[in-house]
C-alpha cells in the first residue's frame, strides 16, 4: 500500500543526498574536463574535437520537485525514476557520440585520454604519484598514436607503469625507445 507520509521523509533524504553527490560530480566534471581534452589532444595531435559532459536531471531543477511531479509515474512503475542513478556522461568526437562515430583508434584514444586523466586528476588531488596499468593499449591505435602515448608516459612525471600485452615483440619494440629504465616480464 502506498503511504505518502513515509515517501515524503523517503523523497526528503534522496533530495538532501542526491544534491550533495550531484553538486560533487559536477565540481568533478568542471575539474576533469579540461584535463581529459589536454591528454586527449596530445594522443591524436590536436586533428579531432572531442567533449565529455555531464548528463543530470538535475541540471534543470532540483530532485525534490522531480520525485513530486513524478509520484504518480513512479507509484505505478514502482521505482523512482528521477534521480542522480539516472545520471550519465556523454563522450562525442566532432559533436556525435563516439560509440557510434568514432573509429575504433580513436574510441581507444578516448580511453586513453580518461585513464591519462584520472591519473594527472588523483595525482593532484592526493598529492602522490599513482601506479598507471595499460592493459593490451597499443592494440587498434596507429604507429602516430602509439608514439604519442610512448612520448607523453616516457618522463617523471608518470612514475611507475605497467603495460600489459599480447604480442611481447610490439611491446618490447616499443618500450625500447623510451628513455626510462624498464624490465619485461613473460608469462
Known amino acids: 500500500t502506498f503511504d505518502a507520509s513515509t515517501l515524503s521523509v523517503y523523497d526528503e533524504q534522496l533530495h538532501n543526498y542526491g544534491s550533495a553527490i ?6 568533478f ?9 589536454e591528454q586527449y589532444t596530445a594522443i591524436s595531435g590536436g586533428n579531432e574535437e ?3 559532459s555531464y548528463d ?12 513530486a511531479k513524478n509520484v504518480e509515474k513512479d507509484r505505478i512503475l514502482q521505482y523512482t525514476g528521477m534521480g542522480i542513478h539516472k545520471d550519465d556522461l556523454n563522450f562525442k568526437i ?3 557520440p563516439i560509440k557510434k562515430f568514432g573509429s575504433q583508434g580513436q574510441q581507444k584514444s578516448f580511453l586513453i585520454a580518461l ?3 584520472q591519473f594527472h586528476f588523483i595525482k593532484k588531488q592526493a598529492k602522490t604519484t599513482p601506479i598507471l596499468l595499460l592493459d593490451d593499449i597499443f592494440d587498434k591505435l596507429d604507429e602516430k598514436r602509439v608514439a604519442q602515448i610512448v612520448t607523453m608516459v616516457d618522463n617523471e612525471n608518470f612514475g611507475q607503469i605497467f603495460i600489459s600485452d599480447t604480442h611481447a615483440e610490439r611491446t618490447e619494440e616499443i618500450v625500447k625507445n623510451i628513455h ?3 624490465k619485461i616480464f613473460n608469462l
Open 50 to 52: 572531442v567533449t565529455l
Open 180 to 182: 626510462q629504465s624498464y
Open 56 to 67: 543530470s536531471q538535475l541540471l534543470n531543477d532540483n530532485l525534490l520537485s522531480l520525485l
Open 29 to 37: 566534471v568542471k575539474a576533469f574536463i579540461p584535463i581529459f581534452k
Open 22 to 27: 550531484f553538486e560533487k560530480r559536477l565540481e
Open 115 to 117: 585513464k591519462f586523466a
Open 94 to 96: 566532432t559533436g556525435h
